[in-house]
């Protein structure tokens, strides 16, 4: 009976010895293995001998090697903090108004997200919420902007930060002025004002340059005079936020065009000039098509990229490795379908393609945003129509444009509808947006965050 119980406590630490290695817990497997060829020599010596005297020094082993176990546990991280990817699917209670324009990034060890609150009587709020790394909802937090003086939905918004780690904030007000906002970390406002923007255009686009220079592209929020909607892009330096210049775009080779969509980036080549995505027609009867434009400081094009007619280009983002990606919907057929692209610039100073990829949403859908990821690839987000309600939806391309994956998120009850997405430091996701009780019109949207890991699970 003695002998059989020290046989079974070396079976015990072979156990452990495996688990532990599957950990690689250094520290404790040091032990183990110790312990383990201990148990091996006196275990066996003890099965030999039967002696109750082999008994004692076994049942001291046993004791000696769990108290060791306890410590060297106790002192190594848990696997939780280490190992396990946090995911979640968190909302957040009402905020009295529906909810739109949703923006979110990762400062060092918080989520930030913004949107523009907005009821069918009263115009538009600018709501930022921070949460930690774990969902919850930081103390202090939501804090509330510009209330009531936001144009109506739909609107966009957009969160950035400097280098301080100050959150600056854009949008459009009522009167169709550009409004941009600078917070500290605990959300107390450093700077704040409005300026008029180009020909009653919305604020289309917000890219930091540094902590003192942005890019803006805007859109017009209604047809021109001459019945077209030109491109506005622009730039903010210094503390004072004074304009530096705006720039329109009003026809290409002689025809007017309309442009349904355009994001501005730096220039990667000229200081002073702009790198413009977006999608848009060229006389009354084309197509809209892809394009790309490389502007200089007086908005002259210096070189362009056109491609796919009938694709309305959405979102936009830069790539780990220098690319851009393009991404949006069409319609063919029956079917609508999303599509991402990746340009880049080649060494001539020319955009060139790198790679094309679409798939057929058979019950249609949304894109709502898109985000470049560490090994050059994407992610894309939307939300996709079932039988019985609207699902978030994400998928994953990578660098070459292959689709490594896909998944959804939601049930019959509710329509998750994400607005943006980023990929966090643990290189998981986190999708933010809405969510509201599919069968009650009058419900109000609620704020939808998902955070999954690397894969897209939860």
């Known amino acids: 009976m003695p002998a059989f119980f020290i046989v079974q406590s070396n079976k015990s630490f072979r156990c452990l010895l495996h688990s532990l290695k599957s950990k690689g817990d250094s520290t404790t497997l040091v032990i183990a293995i110790t312990l383990g060829h201990l148990c091996d020599h006196l275990g066996g010596d003890i099965v030999k001998k039967g002696s109750w005297f082999g008994w004692g020094n076994g049942l001291m082993l046993v004791v000696a090697s769990l108290v060791i176990f306890i410590v060297a546990s106790c002192a190594a991280p848990p696997d939780s903090q280490t190992d ?17 324009g949703m923006d979110v990034f990762q400062d060092e060890a918080y989520y930030v997200l913004s949107g ?3 009821s069918s009587t009263d115009p ?29 939905a739909p609107v966009l918004s957009f969160l950035s930060w400097d280098q301080d780690w100050k959150y600056v904030f854009a949008t459009t007000t009522l009167s169709n002025q550009f409004y941009f906002l600078r917070t500290g970390p605990d959300g107390i406002p450093s700077q704040e004002c409005s300026h008029d923007s180009p020909r009653s255009s919305y604020v ?30 622009g730039r903010i330096r210094g503390t004072d936020m004074q304009y530096f210049t705006w720039n329109e775009i009003k026809e290409i080779e002689g025809q007017p065009i309309n442009c349904s969509s355009c994001h501005v980036f730096p220039d990667p080549e000229l200081e002073d000039g702009y790198l413009v995505l977006g999608s848009l027609k060229m006389g009354a009867w084309e197509k809209s098509r892809v394009f790309a434009f490389l502007l200089d400081s007086g908005g002259s094009i210096r070189k362009d990229f056109y491609k796919y007619d009938g694709k309305n280009a959405k979102v936009y983002a830069m790539t780990s490795d220098g690319g851009y990606i393009i991404a949006g919907t069409f319609v063919e057929g029956l079917n609508d379908y999303i599509f991402a692209m990746k340009i880049k610039i080649n060494s001539s100073g020319d955009f060139e393609e790198d790679w094309y990829w679409d798939t057929p949403l058979i019950s249609g859908g949304y894109i709502g945003g898109v985000s470049g990821t560490t090994d050059g690839g994407c992610v894309i987000t939307g939300d996709i129509n079932t039988a019985t309600s609207r699902d978030a939806y994400l998928v994953k391309l990578s660098s070459n444009g292959v689709k490594q994956w896909e998944k959804t998120y939601g049930d019959a009850d509710h329509d998750e509808v994400p607005l943006a997405v980023i990929q966090t430091s643990d290189e998981g996701y986190l999708l933010v947006g809405w969510i509201k009780d599919k069968d009650n019109p009058s419900a109000l949207y609620k704020i939808l965050t998902v955070k999954t890991d690397k894969d897209g699970n939860l």
């Open 84 to 100: 396990q990817p946090v995911t979640w699917v968190k909302v957040f209670a009402e905020t009295g108004k529906n909810l739109t």
């Open 116 to 118: 523009v609150c907005w």
């Open 204 to 233: 289309e686009s917000f890219e930091p340059v540094s902590n003192i220079e942005f890019i803006l592209g805007f859109r017009p929020a209604v047809d021109t005079p001459e019945g077209w909607r030109s491109i506005a892009a």
């Open 124 to 152: 538009g709020t600018i709501y930022i919420l921070k949460i930690d790394q774990s969902g919850g909802q930081v103390d202090g937090w939501p804090k509330i902007f510009a209330e009531n003086s936001v144009t109506e």
